[in-house]
């Protein structure tokens, strides 16, 4: 499946609709790798200590491309990623669903975080 068009490349994913990108915002994700992250149930410890790393994140998104994160509240991976980092245990129905579209949408992935690990903490 060819990813050119007439005016812009566009993105492919498993259940979403492609999207065209604008050729400014094109050409900031070449070179990057895309990542994702996800909160399931868990305390959120892992991703306040990922945002309290303040300054430094600034030369990490030169770097990579964070497609999703746990601050959007999206559910679903707009395009296939390289690593899909996971944190918080898988609780009921809605957790199961989100981590398999994780694993089919990521080629790597990642659980950070004794919630994710080992299915500690449960509020």
Not at 8 to 30: A, G, M, N, V
Not at 42 to 56: I, P, V
Request: charged share 30%; with cysteine; glycine share 8%.
């Amino acid at each position: 499946m060819s990813m050119e068009s007439t005016d812009c490349k566009r993105i492919f994913s498993h259940e979403l609709p492609c999207t065209p990108l604008d050729r400014e915002t094109e050409q900031l994700r070449e070179g990057k790798i895309k990542v994702a992250m996800i909160g399931l149930c868990g305390c959120w410890g892992c991703t306040l200590s990922f945002l309290d790393m303040d300054e430094r994140i600034l030369g990490l998104l030169d770097k990579v491309n964070i497609t999703r994160s746990s601050i959007t509240d999206l559910k679903r991976i707009p395009e296939r990623c390289v690593i899909g980092f996971i944190e918080g245990g898988v609780a009921n129905d809605e957790n199961i669903e989100t981590l398999e579209h994780f694993r089919e949408n990521c080629d790597i992935l990642i659980s950070v975080g004794a919630c994710a690990v080992w299915g500690e903490y449960q509020p």
